[in-house]
């Protein structure tokens, strides 16, 4: 565990960054912030996509670990009243990087004293919360340093992320596919518009668009009882000015797609195409479908987790690390998970005043005291899979 002295350097850190939250691809203090204590622990580094970082502390020849943090907040106007809430109007660290960047610190600080034979790179992640601000063909932060081939030839990845319905001192995970593939989607579906007195002319994308919805949740019905898998259709709009006797031209669709096995989803994929199909011979129009954004199933490898197993009982005990269900949230840890052995963990963070709050909604807190166990667990559990490749 670390230090009272490094503790409450981790509060500092982490408060400050809670107070001057900044969206994805956006995160230019932050990543000053984090550039600047990196200098003074004299760890060297490079940046990446402007706001990443990859800071490399190497010893000799050995293995290369991968420990990641991601930097960026949301835009949520925060709803919890304490000292240093987000100044910053719209924009709050509802999902944790705030402690996910402190504990990253933590650890980097921790392993400048710590001996091993090999290298740990410290990724210090822009935009893991989607693509809105991406430079590069709409990717994550995630996707575009795992693709970067900065990472290439590393034996294993580690994560960790905040749960703040969990308590402190808790570790759980999932092994296997733990997070599921997800996706947005927009729809067009471009009919024909008139008056709603001359049907005979007209080709209603309203109606059209309500068959749509209900015909993919059929698709998920027949999916869910054996593979977890859930469509929400989040967005609906014509494309025209509100009017009570006026049929547009044109509906469009705004949804996500989640599902836990990643052949499922591709099956998936291809049953929302063919409906689509089927739509547009039925009723004569034209429907566009557009995938905005993906991120694959999180890939957890059990042979890493038993690799871990002897840091996790000396930080948390054995009683307190669990393996619970597939979650069908989003992680793009998952393109660090595809690209080598990698295991990512959700660490207890629940506060005395919280039993509702899940990430991201605007009245979650988090436990800094789980910054302790999240910063050791980096820091040490690094060093252990070092040693178990060598």
């Given at each position: 565990m670390i230090d009272h002295q490094l503790f409450a350097e981790l509060v500092a850190i982490r408060r400050q960054l809670h107070q001057h939250p900044e969206l994805g691809f956006k995160e230019f203090k932050t990543s000053a912030l984090v550039q600047k204590h990196l200098q003074s622990l004299s760890i060297p580094f490079e940046t990446i996509?402007?706001?990443g970082i990859i800071a490399t502390l190497q010893r000799g020849e050995g293995p290369t670990i991968v420990l990641r943090a991601d930097m960026d907040a949301?835009?949520?106007?925060?709803?919890?009243?304490f000292d240093f809430h987000s100044v910053n109007e719209g924009v709050m660290h509802a999902c944790g990087h705030d402690l996910h960047t402190a504990m990253l610190l933590g650890a980097a600080s921790q392993l400048k004293d710590i001996p091993f034979e090999g290298t740990v790179k410290l990724v210090f992640?822009?935009?893991e919360e989607g693509n809105a601000r991406s430079p590069e063909k709409g990717k994550s932060g995630g996707q575009i340093i795992a693709e970067s081939g900065k990472l290439d030839g590393a034996s294993a990845a580690l994560g960790l992320h905040v749960h703040p319905l969990l308590p402190v001192g808790k570790l759980g995970?999932?092994?296997g596919e733990s997070l599921a593939n997800v996706?947005?989607?927009?729809i067009r579906i471009n009919g024909k518009g008139g008056h709603p007195g001359a049907m005979e002319h007209v080709t209603d994308p309203v109606m059209i668009s309500g068959h749509l919805i209900v015909a993919a949740q059929s698709l998920i019905s027949h999916t869910a009882p054996t593979e977890p898998a859930v469509i929400a259709f989040t967005h609906v709009q014509s494309l025209a000015e509100p009017s009570f006797n006026v049929i547009p031209l044109t509906v469009l669709l705004q949804g996500s797609l989640r599902v836990l096995n990643i052949d499922t989803y591709q099956k998936l994929v291809e049953k929302l195409k063919q409906l689509i199909r089927g739509l547009e011979i039925s009723f004569g129009c034209q429907i566009e479908l557009d995938f905005s954004a993906y991120y694959p199933s999180l890939l957890n490898d059990e042979g890493i987790h038993q690799k871990l197993a002897a840091v996790?009982?000396?930080i948390f005990g054995k009683a307190n690390v669990f393996e619970g269900a597939a979650q069908l949230i989003g992680e793009d840890f998952s393109f660090y998970s595809r690209l080598m052995p990698a295991h990512f963990y959700f660490l207890g963070a629940k506060t005395n005043e919280n039993d509702t709050y899940f990430l991201h909604h605007p009245k979650v807190t988090f436990n800094e005291e789980a910054m302790k166990y999240g910063a050791a667990f980096l820091a040490e559990g690094a060093v252990d899979l070092i040693n178990s490749f060598k």
């Open positions: 996509v402007e706001t949301l835009p949520i106007q925060e709803g919890a009243d992640q822009p935009s995970y999932r092994n996706s947005n989607f927009s996790q009982d000396r």
